[in-house]
C-alpha cells in the first residue's frame, strides 16, 4: 500500500452525520476520518454532552485512559460539541492510531481505534548507485517501533535529496507497506533512481574581457562533454551554484575588478527535465592598477619611515586583496616585534577612475584594547586540539587582531583534515575578553590507491600505494609506494612531521628501495637506504631543507665488454653517506601575480662523510610561467643544470653521474644523449648536464568540457664530461642537442595523458632518438 493513500485514507471515509432534528445536529463534527450514528436530543442540551461511560475498543498497546485522556472526555462531566471536537481532532493527529470512530450509543461513548502498525523491517528496492547503507543513514523510522505513514514520506523526501546532491533530479523514492499478522507491516522504500542531470550549457553574460572558456576553468562546476559518463562535477548541485559565484569573485577581484559584481547564477532545467542551462550574470567594471603606496600614521610612537620600507607593492602592479593583505601582515608583524600592541594597518584607498589608478594609505591606528581569553575547539574527535591550535599565531592573553584570526583559519582548512571550519567569537568575562570558538567537521584523511602508469620509454608500470596525512591525529602524515614495471621496481614508505617542537619545522624520514634491469642498459642496479630531511622557512616564498642519505648502490650482471675499463663500470658495490641540502624560492601559488609564477632551486650534496665515495654534486633550477592573451595561452620557461665534481683523486660513479631522460628532455629515448660505449651501447652519463625547455599551452578550439589541449616546445641541452674517455675513444665533449616538437593535453577521467610528437633538430649519430611519447598516470 502507497503511503500518500494511507495518509488520505482517514479522510475518504470522513462521514457527516445527517439531520436526526431539523432544529440541530447530533454531535456537529467536521471529523476527518470519524463515523457518527444520530440520536435524539432535545434543543435544551444541543451544544452539550455528558457520557456516563466512555468504551475504548480497538486499541492493543494504548491504554484506555490515554484515550479518554487525549479525547478530554470525563465519564459523568459535561462536556460541549466543540471541545468534543477538539479532542477527536488530537486523536487523529496523534500519531498512535490508523483509524478512529466515535459513535455515540445512548449515554456511552464509543471509540474505535486501529492503532498504527508495528514496522518489523525496512528495506530498500532499485537502488544500484548508493548502498542500502548510506540511505538507511538518513531515515528515522525504525524496526520495533511504531509505523508513521508522515515520517515514511519524510524518509523518503531525505533518500531522494540526497540522489538530487548527486545530480539525479528525476530521482523518486516510494514508501509503500505489506502488512503481516499482529498488526506488523515491512516498509519498502521503492527507488527509482533516473540518470543524472547534467549541466549542458554554462554560460555568461556581461564579461567582456574574459572569454566564456577562461571563466569556466574558473568554476568547480563542469559543463558535460564527451565523457560525462566518468566525470561527477557535470552533474548538476545547486549547493555548488553558491560557491561558483565566490571563485568567479576572486577571480576578478584578483585582477584589478573592484568593482565587480557575479549578480546571479540562475539554472534553468530543460524541457526534457534531463539538464540543467546554468548561466552566470556578471558586471565586470574597470581593472585598476596600483600607483603610490605609502604608511601614514598619527600615533607618536610609529617610525613611518622603517614601516614604509617594508612596502613591496610596484607602481603599475594590478590590483590584488591578497597583495594588500601581504603588506598589512608585514606591517602588523613588524608592529608585533616592536611592541606596538594592538596597532592596526587599515588600507585607505584613493580612487583614480580616469586613470583606473588606486593610491593606497596604510594607516596604522591603535585599535580597541581587546584580547584573547580562550580558544575553545569542538568537532575533532581525531585530531589532537595541538594541531589545531598550532595554526594560530595567537594565545590566550595575545591582543585580539581579526585579521590574524582569518588567517588561522584559512590555515586549518588548508590542512585538509576537515570538512568544515568555522571560527567565530564572543564575549568573554570581561568586557576586554573574547572566546574564539573553533568548530571542525572531520574527514577521512587517509587513503589506499592501485595505479596505472605507461610511458614509452618504460613500458606499462603498476602502483600500489597508501598515506595517511593525520596519522593517529597528531597531524603527522604517513605513506607508502610500491611501483612495478617490466624492468624497474621502486618501494619507498615515508613520516613526516609538519610542526617539529610546535614551530614551523617539518621533518621526515624516508626509506626506500630501488632496482632496474636493462632499462636501456647492459646491466642491473640497485639502491638501498634511507634520508632523515628537516625544512623550515625562510620567508614567505622561500624553504630550506637539510638532508642526509646513507644508501648503498650496486651495479649487477654487468655484461659490457668495456666494463673492466671503464671507471666506474666495474661490478662493485659502494656505500653513499651524503649530506645536503635544497633552497627553493617559488611564487607560483603565492605570488602577488595570478597570471605569473616563478620557481627557483639549488641543491647540492656532499658525499664523503664515510662511505665508499666523496664528490659534490650541485644542481639549479630557475622556472617562470606565465598566462598571456586574455589567460588562454600559458607560456612556460626552466632552464636547469648541474655540476658533479669528484673528490679524494676518485673518478665518478656511473651511478652518480648525471642522465638526461625523456621527461627532462623531449625527443631521446631513456639514457637516450651524452657520452656512451660505442662497442657495448651503455649510456655512461656525464659530470655535467644543461638543458632550456621553453613550452606555451593554448586552446585547440574543442569544447572546454573536453579537457583537451594543444602545446608547441622546444628542447636544447646536453650532457658531457667524464674523468677517463679510455684515451679518447668515448666522446665526452660538450655537444648540444635540441629538439622541437608539438604535445597535446588531455584531461581524461583516469588522469592526466600528455601525447609528445618530436623531432630532433640536432642530435649525434649515437644518440637514441623518439619520435613519439604517451604518458598516463591514474589513482584508483
Given amino acids: 500500500m502507497n503511503m500518500r493513500d494511507t495518509a488520505r485514507s482517514t479522510d475518504r471515509r470522513s462521514r457527516t452525520a445527517r439531520l436526526a432534528r431539523v432544529s440541530f445536529l447530533a454531535l456537529a463534527m467536521a471529523m476527518g476520518g470519524v463515523s457518527t450514528v444520530p440520536f435524539t436530543a432535545s434543543p435544551a442540551i444541543a451544544q452539550s454532552f455528558t457520557f456516563s461511560s466512555v468504551a475504548v475498543r480497538g486499541n492493543q498497546r494504548i491504554p484506555d485512559a490515554s484515550v479518554r485522556e487525549i479525547l478530554g472526555v470525563t465519564p459523568g462531566r459535561e462536556i460541549t460539541a466543540a471541545a468534543l ?74 533518500m531522494a535529496e540526497r540522489y538530487r546532491a548527486q545530480g539525479r533530479f528525476a530521482a523518486t523514492v516510494s514508501p509503500k507497506i505489506i502488512r503481516r499478522s499482529d498488526n506488523r507491516v515491512d516498509l519498502v522504500f521503492e527507488v527509482l533512481e533516473g540518470r543524472v542531470t547534467e ?127 601581504s603588506e598589512i601582515s608585514r606591517l602588523e608583524e613588524l608592529a608585533s616585534r616592536q611592541g606596538l600592541s594592538f596597532v592596526r594597518a587599515e588600507p585607505r584607498i584613493r580612487r583614480d577612475n580616469a586613470n583606473r589608478i588606486l593610491d593606497i594609505d596604510y594607516a596604522l591606528v591603535r585599535g580597541p584594547r581587546i584580547f584573547v581569553e580562550r580558544i575553545d575547539i569542538e568537532g575533532n574527535a581525531t585530531t589532537l586540539d595541538r594541531v589545531i591550535r598550532s595554526q594560530f599565531n595567537t594565545v590566550e592573553g595575545d591582543p585580539f587582531n581579526p585579521r590574524e584570526i582569518s588567517e588561522a583559519a584559512e590555515r586549518i582548512r588548508a590542512l585538509g583534515f576537515f570538512s568544515e571550519v568555522d571560527i567565530d567569537t564572543r564575549p568573554g568575562s570581561a568586557p576586554d575578553r573574547l572566546i574564539v570558538d573553533v568548530g571542525v567537521e572531520e574527514q577521512p584523511t587517509g587513503s589506499l590507491s592501485f595505479g596505472v602508469s605507461y610511458s614509452v620509454s618504460q613500458g606499462v608500470g603498476l602502483a600500489l600505494s597508501f598515506s595517511e596525512d593525520n596519522f593517529l591525529g597528531r597531524g603527522q602524515s604517513l605513506s607508502g609506494t610500491l611501483t612495478t614495471g617490466v624492468q624497474f621496481r621502486n618501494v619507498e614508505l615515508s613520516f613526516r612531521e609538519p ?43 622561500t624553504r630550506l631543507a637539510l638532508r642526509y642519505r646513507l644508501s648503498e648502490d650496486r651495479l649487477l650482471n654487468v655484461t659490457s665488454a668495456s666494463a673492466a675499463l671503464v671507471p666506474g663500470l666495474e661490478p662493485r658495490t659502494g656505500l653513499t653517506s651524503a649530506l645536503g641540502y635544497t633552497l627553493t624560492f617559488d611564487t607560483r601559488r603565492r605570488g602577488f601575480d595570478p597570471n605569473m609564477g616563478t620557481v627557483l632551486r639549488f641543491s647540492q650534496d656532499l658525499a664523503g662523510l664515510g662511505g665508499d665515495v666523496n664528490y659534490l654534486r650541485s644542481t639549479a633550477l630557475a622556472g617562470v610561467e606565465r598566462r598571456v592573451f586574455n589567460e588562454e595561452v600559458t607560456l612556460r620557461a626552466e632552464v636547469e643544470g648541474g655540476v658533479m665534481v669528484p ?134
Fill in 85 to 158: 471536537n477538539d479532542g477527536f481532532q488530537r486523536l487523529r493527529t496523534s500519531g498512535l492510531f490508523e483509524e478512529a470512530e466515535i459513535t455515540p450509543s445512548g449515554n456511552v461513548l464509543i471509540v474505535n481505534v486501529r492503532e498504527f502498525p508495528i514496522i518489523n523491517r525496512i528495506s530498500i528496492e532499485g537502488n544500484r548507485r548508493i548502498q542500502d547503507s548510506a540511505l538507511l543513514e538518513l531515515i528515522e523510522s525504525t524496526p520495533r517501533r511504531v509505523f508513521n505513514p508522515d515520517q515514511a514520506l519524510a524518509d523518503a523526501a531525505a
Fill in 199 to 325: 549541466n549542458e550549457r554554462i554560460s555568461f553574460v556581461g564579461n567582456d574581457s574574459f572569454s566564456d572558456r577562461r571563466l569556466r576553468r574558473v568554476l568547480a562546476t563542469k559543463q558535460a562533454g564527451l565523457l560525462r559518463a566518468f566525470i561527477t562535477r557535470d552533474s548538476f548541485n545547486a549547493d555548488r551554484i553558491e560557491l561558483d559565484r565566490i571563485l568567479l569573485r576572486d577571480f576578478y577581484l584578483s585582477r584589478g575588478f573592484i568593482d565587480v559584481e557575479v549578480l546571479a547564477g540562475v539554472a534553468e532545467l530543460t524541457r526534457e527535465r534531463d539538464a540543467f542551462l546554468l548561466t552566470f550574470t556578471v558586471r565586470e567594471g574597470q581593472s585598476y592598477r596600483i600607483g603610490e603606496s605609502r604608511v601614514v600614521s598619527d600615533l607618536p610612537d610609529v617610525d613611518v619611515a622603517a614601516f614604509q620600507q617594508l612596502l613591496r607593492t610596484r607602481p603599475g602592479t594590478t590590483y590584488s586583496p591578497v597583495l594588500v593583505q
Fill in 499 to 541: 610542526r617539529l617542537l610546535g614551530r614551523d619545522l617539518g621533518a621526515g624520514m624516508s626509506v626506500f628501495l630501488r632496482t632496474t634491469e636493462r632499462q636501456n642498459e647492459n646491466f642491473d642496479r640497485s639502491s638501498i637506504g634511507f634520508t632523515p630531511a628537516i625544512d623550515f622557512p625562510v620567508n614567505r616564498n
Fill in 647 to 780: 673528490l679524494g683523486g676518485q673518478s665518478s660513479r656511473i651511478t652518480d653521474r648525471f642522465f638526461m631522460n625523456s621527461g627532462e628532455m623531449r625527443g631521446f629515448q631513456r639514457n637516450g644523449l651524452g657520452p656512451r660505449d660505442l662497442v657495448a651501447g651503455d649510456a655512461l652519463g656525464g659530470n655535467y648536464f644543461a638543458v632550456a625547455r621553453f613550452e606555451a599551452e593554448f586552446p585547440l578550439g574543442l569544447p572546454e568540457e573536453y579537457g583537451i589541449s594543444g602545446g608547441l616546445f622546444f628542447d636544447v641541452g646536453s650532457v658531457w664530461g667524464l674523468n677517463n674517455t679510455l684515451g679518447g675513444a668515448i666522446d665526452d665533449s660538450l655537444r648540444w642537442r635540441s629538439t622541437i616538437g608539438f604535445s597535446v593535453f588531455w584531461d581524461t577521467p583516469i588522469g592526466p595523458l600528455r601525447l609528445n610528437f618530436s623531432r630532433p633538430v640536432r642530435a649525434e649519430t649515437y644518440d637514441r632518438t623518439q619520435n613519439f611519447d604517451l604518458t598516463i598516470s591514474t589513482r584508483f
